[in-house]
Structures are given as C-alpha cells and as structure tokens.
C-alpha cells in the first residue's frame, strides 16, 4: 500500500487486516518498490499522485520488477482520466476517494482473481510445453501406462525396438519419445517412410548414392543411415518395405555396414534403429511377404500401442489438449465442449484413432462461433448425419476396366477417410505403398 496520505494508510491497512490479508505500508512510490524488491507481493495499492514517484511512475517500474503483480489506482474525482491512462499502462483497476469499503474488497478480489488465473495459464503452458518436449504422450489409462513405462525401460538401450500399432495411434510420438531419454539424445534422430517413398528411390534415399550410380546422379549423396551415424534411424512402415530393400536393411542391423549405390566401399555405422508397422508383421512372414530373418531382428523389444478405443479413458484428457493446442494454434478463445459434444466423443468409435480425434476438434474449433464447441462443429461422421450406406457406395458400369475400377475404388476411400492414405490401406485391404503408387500413375 503506497499513499503520502497516512490517515488513508492506515484506513485500508485496517480494511484489508480485517479481511485477512498481510499489508506492507509505504508512504511514498520509492519505498513501495523497495518493499517490492524484498517482498512477494500480490497487489499493490497505489496513490495517483504522490511526490517523487507518481503512481504511474510507480506502476511501470513495479511492473518491469514484478510483471505478475495487480496493481490498483487509488484517485480523486479530478483525476478519471489519469486513472484511465494508467489502465492502459497496465493497473488493474481504480477505486476513488473517498472510497468504500465494498468497492475496494471488490476491486481487491477480482485483481486476485485475475492473478490466480494468470498463474494457472502460465502452470498450464509449461505443462503443455513439457508435453510437447516430451513428444506429446497423453495418456494416463492403465494401457497407455504401460507403454509409457516400457518406453522409459527401453530408452537406455541400444536395442532395436519394433513399435506396432494402428494408424493414427502415435507410432512417430513413441519414437520421439525413445530417442530423446536415450542416451542418442543429442545425436541425429532421422526419420523415413517406407511407404511414402517409390520402391526405386528408397534404397537411394536410404543408403546414398555414388556419382554416375544410375541417370541423374550427377554427385555423391550420403544416405540416410549414412547421416544418422551414432544417431537413431526411425523407420515407418517398414512393412511395406520392398524384398530386395529388406535383404539390405538386414545388413545394417547384423553388421552395421552398407554400401552406396554404385560404389564398392564398405560403410561401417554405428545407428539405433527404431521400426514402426501398422501391419501384421508376423503374418506377413507367414505369407512369404517379409522376411523371416529380418522379423526377428526387427523384433527385439515390441512396444504394441493399443487403439484409441481401447483407452476411452484418455479420450477426455485428449480432447481439451487438443482443444488447447488448436485454439492456440488458430487464435481462438474457447472454454469448452457442451455436454452433448463431450457424450459424441466418448461414444464415438475412432476408426482413425488419435489422428483422427486430433483433426476432428481443431476443424471444430476453426468452425466454432461460441464459446462452447458444439455438435454441429464437429464431423458429420461422428454426429451421426454423415452419409448413408447408399451414398457411400460407388457404381461402376459391366465392362469398366480393372484399372479403373481399382483408381475409383482408391478415391473414393480416401474421399472418406478425408485423405489419410494409410487408413484407406488398411480399409482395402492392400498395402499403403500401393496407394501412392496408383495415385502417382494417375
């Protein structure tokens, strides 16, 4: 509290003693931040005018030492503007003299308010960013615990690990996760997908090239296990990986070398691989599609990722982190999801898994104009009124040919599973490289 005026000193020190609150008198602005100094205080009381350090002074300076603490104008009638002015500059509020005691305990609670929700903001971005540090694992039912627990057994290690799970369910996120508590942290941590690439650029992507190797290669050209020496290498849909690919990948996990393309020497790396698959990988030995050998160097340590469904009880805590993150993201202030919104989450199956609930709640918070979510925010897939089996149902006349038929079949899937190529795969039954394939060949 900061008034030449003792008499109004020791008037409010009285008031807000009463209301339980610990008061440190100054009689002018360059005590008060003296006691700000060696103080923690939550809210200063300030005279407008007082000499030597006005109370504008006062706040500005009080603001640059302190930048959480309210500060609230005390003014005479003549002086409305000047306390406006000093609002602007930052005050919380003004009370004026002579004052009462209501309009002060109220302007002291509502600036108390104002500060716990300030400190709560700033304690919920930090959390956020050691989210996001920590690859944005959110999770607290029993299933995703005991992922989390294994990744943190197997982030020490060396071994390779084989991450399996759905598409959508945060395959890259573990693997984020793995490298960065191991002791690779600050090492290299490249990432390729098997599927996104064509099978004739892959192994030259993968393992470099040498200059004249094929046409076009006009210089050397390190690869990616090349660049990711003592590093860690993250391998996506590594069951889609080509047969010839596979008998290559093998090498560097039983010998740590390679060769570029084109070239005779003989790479020795040093890389920690992590492998992430949507698919079946032990089928698919089965099925003479992946190789026995490299299956079981593949699979050291699995880590299986369970579906979204299978863990409705982080779909809630989910659900506001995204909430947060995309209204962030897009600028926009929202407090919620209404009842109903909240229901339609719960019950909703999630076919494309996290991705999908992450993409659903930032269309719906571009789309909001409340304060709430609301139902008609969300996809119509999930509030019931997408489209009917009749019209999610194509028609192809006796006689199309086959080619055809596979590239409509292919749109009209991804046209559902608004693009997500992998889930499309996984919908058809084929593999996603197939899918890239076709569409490149449109």
Known sequence: MADDDRAIREALAKILSKEGFQVLLAEDGRKALDLLRTHRAQIILADLKMPGLSGLELLKAAKAISPEVEVIMITGHGSIEEAVEAMKEGAYDFITKPFQRVSLMKAVRKALEKQALVVENRALQARLVELQQQGRIIGTSPAMQRVLELVEQVAGSSATILIQGES??????????????SPRHDRPFLKVNCAAIPETLLESELFGYEKGAFTGAFARKAGRFEMAHEGTMFLDEVGDLHPGTQAKLLRVLQEGEFERLGGTKTLKVDIRIIAATNTDLAQAVRE????????YRLNVITIPLPPLQERQEDIPLLTHHFLRISAAKNNKALEGFTPEVLDLLQTYPWPGNVRELENAIERAVVLSKGRLIEPKDLPETITGQGPSERERAITIPLGTPLEEVEQRLIEATLEQTKGDK????KLLGIASRTIYRKLKQK
């Open 422 to 425: 992998t889930l499309a795969a």
């Open 168 to 181: 959508g369910t945060g395959k890259e996120l573990i693997a984020n996760a793995i490298h960065a508590f």
């Open 288 to 295: 003479k599609r992946f190789r026995e050998d490299l299956y």
